[in-house]
């Protein structure tokens, strides 16, 4: 798959796959070059303000009218949508799952997306799902978009080839492809199986946080985000195009392909980013700073510093803070979190906690590191180490996230996850303030 893209982050882009296919100086000239027809892609009201106004003008073979038909819903068993509270029983908990094999089933990126957890309510805009996806299968003639939100994909095993209606976008484990809504697109395995994790986001799209006092660079730089080059797919044969719209599935048979934009421009678009490309900042004296200093991007609710998501990550970086313990706190989080680990060992779990795994640690329940964790990081010798070969990362919501049905049965549900913290015991002796160990 040729990978051409343009960088920037929320640029105003424009592109052509036909040279002069797309129109100069207007947006609707009375006749389109190559008899394209013109459409707008609107990710934001009209109205927006300027800094939030996004869309996209797209030169087509067909308008889209022609990519949607007469719908018939069908249904698509364990990709849930929020307000969908599961009466499975499973008590309140910290929770923690270890990976699940590829199913030798065949699955598409849309039938192999299972919801782990859901926020919020998609009818109102507002909150996230994370899901878990497995792909075994290419989506060949079958074309797919989002009405609910936009797709954070991050694979953990295996590449995908992304084609949308801009472009051509490969990931691999690393790396991220954020699919705005209402965006068409398929998905095929670059590299045999992928799983990895999703999150789908009902509210206000994902952008870049605020730097504060750190000034203008670092964290995630703009220059590092990808979209694609216009790119399209001449294809008269049958082709099947599922919506999803307030959490149902619907299909309609078209005979042609829906990715057929020769030339676009515009600010609505999808992209991709390499995690590896985050430029961390931290303590570089001592103390735990809040892991809001990893956030790549942030999807605002509305109130000031109160995200509807962050997507965060702990990626490789030094640790030097001298008389610090260096691993996350103990802490309760009004917010919550989603946790999962593309490659590599987490400091705060160092076992348990797997590559494909999943960790939950929903609104107000206490977490922190494990008593092995507690332990090294209490009496390790403090020099500069570098955690290396390690790639975590968190979907954090100020919504409540509710485990589905298909999460709480899941045979990788670790029972003994909370035993993790158990062998922390009492050390107070109040006749000890220079505390040195059991
Ligand atoms: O719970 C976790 O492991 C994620 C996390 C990491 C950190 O460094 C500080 C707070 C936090 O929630
Ligand atoms: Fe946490």
């Known amino acids: 798959m040729p990978d051409h893209y343009m960088h920037g982050f929320g640029n105003e882009f424009e592109t052509e796959a036909l040279p002069g296919a797309l129109p100069q100086g207007q947006n609707s000239p009375q006749r389109c070059p190559y008899g394209l027809y013109a459409e707008q892609l609107s990710g934001s009201p009209f109205t927006a303000p300027r800094s939030a106004n996004e869309r996209s003008w797209l030169y087509r073979i067909r308008p889209s009218v022609k990519h949607t038909g007469r719908f018939a819903r069908i249904s698509v068993r364990n990709w849930k949508t929020a307000p969908h509270i599961d009466d499975h029983g499973l008590p ?27 926020a919020g309510d998609v009818n109102t805009q507002t909150g996230m799902a994370a899901h878990l996806y497995h792909v075994t299968e290419d989506m060949t003639d079958d074309y797919f978009y989002n009405a609910d939100g936009e797709l ?14 801009l472009g051509l976008i490969a990931i691999g484990p690393g790396e991220i492809a954020v699919i705005p809504r209402g965006m068409k697109f398929k998905v095929g395995q670059s590299d045999g199986p992928s799983r990895g994790y999703v999150c789908e986001n009902y509210g206000a799209k994902f952008t870049l946080p605020e730097r504060g006092p750190i000034g203008a660079n670092c964290l995630a730089n703009r220059r590092d985000f990808k979209s694609p080059v216009a790119w399209y797919e001449e294809k008269e044969t049958p082709c099947r195009l599922t919506v999803k719209w307030c959490g149902g599935f619907h299909r309609t048979e078209i005979g042609h392909s829906p990715l057929d934009v020769v030339a676009w421009h ?42 509807n998501v962050d997507f965060v990550i702990f990626p490789e970086r030094w ?85 589905t049905e298909y999460g709480a049965k899941l045979p990788t549900l670790q029972s003994d996850y909370i035993d993790c913290w ?13 505390w040195t160990g059991p």
């Open 422 to 434: 158990r062998g922390l015991e009492k050390n107070f002796d109040p006749k000890r303030r220079e």
């Open 92 to 118: 309140l908990g910290q929770l923690r799952w270890g990976p699940q094999p590829i199913p030798s089933e065949s699955l598409t990126f849309v039938t192999g997306m299972r919801t782990m957890t859901t």
């Open 266 to 307: 515009g600010n609505y678009a999808p992209y991709k980013y390499d995690l590896r490309s985050f430029a961390p900042v931290g303590a570089i004296l001592f103390d735990h700073p809040d892991p809001s200093i990893f956030t790549v991007l942030t999807a605002p609710s509305g109130e000031a510093g109160v995200a």
């Open 152 to 165: 954070l994909i991050a694979p953990q095993m295996g590449g995908l080839d992304i084609a949308t209606e």
């Open 319 to 403: 640790l030097v803070a001298e008389h610090s313990f260096r691993p996350p706190w103990y802490h309760v989080n009004i917010m919550s979190e989603f946790m999962g680990l593309i490659y590599g060992q987490y400091d705060a779990k160092a076992h348990g906690f797997l590559p494909g795994g999943v960790s939950l640690h929903n609104c107000m329940l206490p977490h922190g590191p494990d008593k092995e964790a507690f332990d090294k990081a209490s009496f390790g010798e403090l020099k500069p180490h570098k955690l290396t070969d390690s790639l975590a990362f968190m979907f954090e919501t100020r919504y409540p996230q509710h485990v």
